[in-house]
């Protein structure tokens, strides 16, 4: 058994140096040893002692220097000392000596790990930049546009993914774990945003895996919130309420912002009290928190946007058009600080509501309409793109109007949406 732990011991090394020396796979190992790809793999399955040649031969390919060579002498050691005992020593004294031989290569496999370990935490600045960077992205989300922020996000995210492919410790493993999982969920948005359902949902799973490990609340929420979302867009309504059953409570920073999205999908739904509960649990939660990393806090512009829609879709037209109007007037005072996507949205659900009335305005809607595009210009997003072409729709009976045929023809040339290189 002595003689089985140490060939193991030694296999693993052999494995764990070849990856560490980049070099991911049998077949590239054979190529730069000019070994037989079989005989490498029975150096590295742990269950035959490999030659000196072999070991020799990958010792210099991985710049192991010397340490498999030293590692296979002590394997041969070893197994002579079971073979070849000497008569003076008794079973017992050999039995002492053989494992203290395995305790001591054990107690090198420790210190080795150990020392792996220590070399392959990031820096503490590093940890501290990525934060920093997450913090940032958060920051400007709302405000900058996506062909800018992308890069800058993907390459923070290649970086951590990078670290956390390596050994650390468990508390920076458990940091990285978070960082990634915000990442995802910051590039699932991103996605969304530019209509790539299909990837924005990949990335909320991912983030959900990350969320899962690290038990964070607010991740957790936002993860629900974007299937929530695409589900919502994909007019899977029930699956955009039902999503959140498999998830904690919504923490207080996402409970407003939550609930508008359940509050919406009822609407669809056609489940007018449900819908008017989770408007209710809305206003009682709203929330002036600056953004965490994760989804954004809902406030009071947002929270009349969402209002807006949701009585809209339940045939709450004329109840409707205040909430859209309010909301509208709180992100045209923000101005340049204001999130250029929602209040799209907002202007959006106040042109609708014109066109819905017992005595539509047509003309009125086309005119906010033009400017819903000048809102989101550098800031074009796939929801309010799609939905500015819907409203376009239900103006069909008046397309001969001047301001309905310049919407018409600025939604044509509009900006659209989409992934840079």
């Known amino acids: 058994m002595e003689d089985q732990a140490a060939v193991a011991y030694l296999a693993g090394r052999i494995r764990a140096l070849r990856l ?47 340490e498999l060579l030293e590692l296979r002498a002590r394997s041969q050691r070893v197994r002579l000392g079971i073979g070849e005992p000497r008569e003076e020593v008794g079973c017992t004294d050999r039995r002492q ?31 501290v930049d990525i934060d920093d960077d997450i913090d940032r992205f958060v920051a400007v ?10 890069p800058q996000v993907e390459r923070c995210w290649v970086q951590v993914d990078a670290a956390l492919k390596g050994r650390s410790s468990l508390a920076v493993h458990h940091r ?10 910051l590039v699932s948005r991103l996605a969304f945003n530019l209509g790539d359902f299909t990837t924005a949902r990949h990335l909320a799973v991912l983030a959900g895996q990350y969320a899962g490990q690290t038990q964070d609340a607010v991740l ?90 949701t009585l809209g879709s339940i045939g709450e037209g004329v109840e409707a058009e205040p909430w859209a109007r309010r909301s509208v007037a709180a992100y045209e005072t923000a101005g340049p600080r204001a999130n250029r996507e929602e209040w799209g949205h907002a202007l959006l659900t106040l042109a609708t509501s014109l066109i819905r009335r017992d005595r539509p305005e047509p003309e009125e809607a086309a005119r906010i309409g033009v400017q819903v595009l000048d809102v989101v210009d550098s800031h074009p997003t796939h929801t309010v793109t799609q ?19 310049d919407f018409r023809e600025r939604l044509a040339t509009a900006p659209r949406p989409a992934l840079t290189a």
Request: hydrophobic residues 45%.
């Open 176 to 185: 990285l774990s978070l960082a990634a999982g915000r990442l995802s969920y």
């Open 20 to 66: 560490a020396a980049g070099i991911g796979s049998l077949s590239e190992l054979a190529r730069r040893t000019h070994l037989d790809r079989a005989a490498i793999s029975r150096a590295e399955n742990g269950r035959h002692l490999p030659s000196e040649t072999v070991v020799r031969a990958i010792d210099t390919a991985v710049g192991a220097g010397g």
């Open 220 to 309: 957790l929420a936002s993860v629900a919130g974007m299937h929530s979302g695409i589900a919502y867009y994909r007019k899977r309504y029930d699956a955009a309420v039902s999503v959140f059953d498999g998830y904690l409570p919504d923490p207080p920073y996402l409970q407003a912002r939550n609930a508008a999205y359940r509050a919406r999908a009822h609407g669809r739904l056609g489940n007018t009290t449900a819908a008017r509960a989770e408007l209710a649990l809305m206003h009682r939660c709203l929330t002036d928190d600056p953004p965490q990393p994760g989804d954004l806090p809902l406030g009071e512009a947002a929270a009349g946007m969402f209002t807006a829609g």
């Open 387 to 405: 939905r500015a072409g819907e409203m376009l729709g239900m103006l069909a009976d008046h397309r001969s109007l001047p301001a309905v045929v």
């Open 141 to 150: 989300y709302a405000t900058t546009p996506h062909a800018v922020l992308i």
């Open 97 to 127: 000596m053989l494992g203290t031989s395995v305790f001591a290569m054990l107690s090198t496999l420790a210190a080795d790990t150990s020392r792996d370990i220590a070399r392959a935490d990031p820096d503490p600045l590093v940890l």
